[in-house]
């Protein structure tokens, strides 16, 4: 039996804990599936260039810093924008090494070319859940703290907005560590709302949650794409609000301090805006692929296939620190 044919009569969900036979035929599924293997390759390769471009973000940004007259943002929007950023690293270092090893584990290591009926294990060793379920959070706690960073930003955008008379004058972080706070608490919650349905004592064919928790991991899927509207449609209307008020006939009785707080709330606002709009497209296309993919499969293995395959995340975490460097050049010629 092929693995492409196995894996439509036999479903590893419904399989014993430590069934090694069936694990193989999913892991022969994936292995002799060129698509499977080439998204593998090629979200391996966007988080090994995404890397390299933080790392070459952070060393430009540490040779040269801007000096705070030149800044355009709120230093607590600076703050919850490095957030983010922190989180779209911790994806890609996730990607790098689920992705990577899962890569390497079904190719360079497979010890047979071939599906050998006498093998005990098919030549690929199988990923106890113990293992490749924690090491998937590390992507998944990436992505969803991503999202809820950016429900930071619209918040600390709408308090900049709702106190624009004295929010300038205003130095303190306290707003940005609670709502690093309330990110954190959030991205937690997410993973271990999914944590406590891994069944642990399961073998995988790849690093992933678990049967039990793919529920679960689909529901968190759905809301932070809720989450990534929401966001966008917060800044909209911030940027509107504050743009409206900046062309009304008696902004001339506001104050100096107020003034110049709307101005740069369009100014935060207008980048927050692309860069948001950037996060919502390519993680909308995401969930919606997959999630449209996940409906439709019928096995837990061609499910798995799905979010391999329709997986377009690291393609952020490429393009927000090549984009960010690209910018921070342009400003200094």
Not at 89 to 97: H, N
Not at 121 to 126: L, P, R, S, T, V
Not at 294 to 318: F, M
Request: with cysteine; hydrophobic share 50%.
């Amino acid at each position: 039996m092929s693995a492409e044919g196995g894996s439509s009569t036999v479903d590893i969900a419904m399989a014993k804990e430590d069934d090694l036979g069936v694990v193989c035929v999913a892991m022969l599924y994936f292995a002799e599936s060129p698509t499977t293997i080439g998204a593998f390759a090629t979200k391996f390769s966007c988080a090994l260039l995404a890397i390299a471009m933080f790392v070459v973000l952070l060393l430009v940004k540490a040779s040269c810093p801007l000096l705070p007259r030149e800044r355009s943002l709120h230093p607590n929007a600076y703050f919850l924008l490095y957030v983010h950023f922190t989180f779209v690293f911790i994806g890609a270092v996730g990607v790098l090494i689920n992705d990577g090893f899962d890569l390497f584990r079904l190719t360079v290591f497979r010890r047979q070319p071939s599906n050998d009926p006498d093998s005990p294990d098919c030549g690929i060793f199988a990923m106890p859940a113990a293992y490749g379920a924690p090491m998937r959070l590390v992507t998944f706690f990436g992505n969803t703290g991503s999202s809820t960073s950016m429900l930071a930003l619209a918040v600390e955008r709408t308090v900049a907005t709702l106190r624009a008379k004295s929010y300038e004058q205003e130095r303190s972080r306290r707003i940005a560590f609670v709502l690093l706070f309330v990110t954190i608490a959030l991205d937690v919650a997410a993973v271990v709302y999914i944590v406590v349905h891994i069944n642990f004592r399961r073998l995988l064919p790849m690093q992933s949650l678990t049967a039990e928790a793919a529920d679960p991991g689909t529901y968190v899927l759905c809301f932070c794409g809720v989450l990534e509207i929401f966001n966008l449609l917060v800044l909209v209307a911030l940027w509107l609000i504050n743009h409206t008020w900046k062309h009304r006939d008696n902004r001339i009785l506001a104050t100096l301090s107020q003034k110049y707080q709307v101005e740069e709330n369009i100014k935060t606002t207008a980048i927050l805006i692309p860069l948001t709009s950037l996060h919502v497209l390519v993680n909308i296309a995401a969930y919606v692929l997959m999630l449209l993919g996940i409906w439709s499969s019928p096995t837990l293995q061609e499910k798995l296939k799905v979010v391999i395959t329709r997986d377009t995340a690291p393609i952020y975490d490429l393009l927000l620190p090549t984009f960010t460097l690209a910018r921070i050049l342009w400003r200094r010629q």
